[in-house]
């Protein structure tokens, strides 16, 4: 972002904000659809990257993917530097929690669990079960965004299953049945079972899927991140209200060399390490450069 100033019609000045696309070099052509990643592990920065793309590495990024990712930054300067009912170290917590933390399946890193606790149950909470409250307004925003986010998940996932379960079976015509007739002459109770037989397909398709059939809502909502005609329509909306002066007087309130013991990047060199209470510091090698399986020796087995 680039600021500029300007100057207004009653002569007063004021600052305007201006984007500017950067990394041109690592830019790719788009003529034809895009089925995988163009920069596999180069794209994207992993506290703020969507659920979806963190756990599927091969997954093409999708404008729900770069909207949930917009959601991520503005959760993480809120929890930072907005009064909150969190402590500092809640504060603290929370960033490692569902920023930094990490899982690993089959010598992959995957989205840690309080992200994905956050996006499945579509309720923003602390490792400890505490909601996370701002003010009026900044509540308002991140628990609509939360939402939408929230009804993508659902309808992603069971459109996943759906692609993925075992068709029915063919009807097979009835070998008793000789010809036209014999159909025809069949009994109403019969007619009626087979009628019953064809309006329950999609039962016998779904048998092997165990996600939920998402709600008319949940579509409506889902349908909200697939464009960034809604998203930008919000953030203009909550930009004109009057905010009340949420930021907290004493700035940073993340707890700066603290250890809270969980799975986290060290701010001081960038790298991945795993924080296990009462001893040093683990090093973790970056995804893709080792060949076993490291995992989470704090990590969560419950959901909220």
Known sequence: MIPKLQRCKNGSWKVVWRGLLCDWELSKPVDAPIKSPRQPMRSGTWQFMSVALLNDHNKPVEICDELEAFFNVILYYAVRYFTSNLDEPQVGAFID????????????????????????????????????????HMDSLLRKLLRWFHANHIVRTYQAELEQATPPAPLLP?????????????????????????SSLDIYYQKDITARIPTAKEYEDAAKVQTHDAFIALLDHFMNLTWPKDRDPSGDRYPMNKDHGSARID??????????????????????????????SDSEDDED
């Open 97 to 136: 929690e569902y920023f930094d933390q990490f899982n690993c399946y089959d010598n992959e890193w995957r989205c840690g669990f309080r992200k994905e606790a956050v996006l499945s149950n579509g309720v923003l909470k602390t490792g400890d079960g505490t909601k996370v409250l701002f003010g009026r």
């Open 174 to 198: 009835d070998p008793d049945e000789d010809d036209e007739d014999d159909a025809i002459s069949a009994s109403d109770e019969e007619g009626d079972a087979r009628v019953e037989s064809f």
């Open 267 to 296: 701010r001081s060199t960038g790298q991945y390490s795993t924080k296990i209470k009462g001893s040093q510091s683990v090093p973790i090698i970056p995804l893709g450069l080792d060949n076993e399986r490291t995992d989470d």
